[in-house]
Nanobody, 121 residues
Framework: QVQLVESGGGLVQPGGSLRLSCAASGMIFSFYVMGWYRQAPGKQRELVASISRGGITNYLDSVKGRFTISRDNAKSTVNLQMNSLRPEDTAVYYC???????????????WGQGTQVTVSS
């Protein structure tokens, strides 16, 4: 059974940085595409960033140049470094996993419990 546990959320001022981490278990981590989704109140969830088995990354246009996704297959972890944060980045962020890149882009099979990120002065 796949388990994903996020950490690192919190309150940060605009322009600040946060690093989200996700520890995965119950899976052969290197076989999976990993991603970060977010959902703000009253808005649809959106895929913020994903990283393929081979390390190819994709980003939501609004976070390009500010966010960086990375993975450590030896530790079964995926991280999201978020810099130059804006109030519109405020959301619950979810770590996700799927063996299918296509499903990762639409509705990945495995989700963490989520971690709140709030960007406010």
């Amino acid at each position: 059974q796949v388990q994903l546990v996020e950490s690192g959320g919190g309150l940060v001022q605009p322009g600040g940085s946060l690093r989200l981490s996700c520890a995965a278990s119950g899976m052969i981590f290197s076989f999976y595409v990993m991603g970060w989704y977010r959902q703000a109140p009253g808005k649809q969830r959106e895929l913020v960033a994903s990283i393929s088995r081979g390390g190819i990354t994709n980003y939501l246009d609004s976070v390009k140049g500010r966010f960086t996704i990375s993975r450590d297959n030896a530790k079964s972890t995926v991280n999201l470094q978020m810099n130059s944060l804006r109030p519109e980045d405020t959301a619950v962020y979810y770590c996700t996993a799927d063996v299918s890149p296509q499903r990762m882009a639409t509705s990945p099979n495995s989700w963490g419990q989520g971690t709140q990120v709030t960007v406010s002065s």
